[in-house]
């Protein structure tokens, strides 16, 4: 079993910046692919942005040269880095982790531009 807990969501204005943190625990657990998604007021969830353990990293185009995801393997915590945030990124954000305990998601943290 795989527990994440997700931070760094907020308010912010268009043209402002977040750092979202998701930070994974268990037992014998090996990571994979860590990542970001995320759900728009009536819409779908979406990704946003993922990265393996080997550091190769894939983006939607809508966020692509604004958000930069990283990881950091030692504490098996991945990062969003959000910039030049825009009133169309409000969204609650989810983090996803796959390993050998499978898929697991974050509980999400919301995230709002304001225009």
């Known amino acids: 079993q795989v527990q994440l807990v997700e931070s760094g969501g907020g308010l912010v204005q268009a043209g402002g910046s977040l750092r979202l943190s998701c930070a994974a625990s268990?037992?014998?657990?090996?990571?994979?692919?860590m990542g970001w998604y995320r759900r728009a007021p009536g819409k779908q969830r979406e990704l946003v942005a993922t990265?393996?353990?080997?550091?190769?990293?894939n983006y939607a185009e809508s966020v692509k040269g604004r958000f930069t995801i990283s990881r950091d393997n030692a504490k098996n915590t991945v990062y969003l880095q959000m910039n030049s945030l825009k009133p169309e990124d409000t969204a609650v954000y989810y983090c996803?982790?796959?390993?050998?305990?499978?898929?697991?998601w974050g509980q999400g943290t919301q995230v709002t531009v304001s225009s």
């Open positions: 990265i393996t353990n080997g550091g190769s990293t």
């Open positions: 268990g037992i014998m657990l090996s990571i994979n692919t």
């Open positions: 996803k982790v796959v390993s050998n305990w499978g898929d697991s």
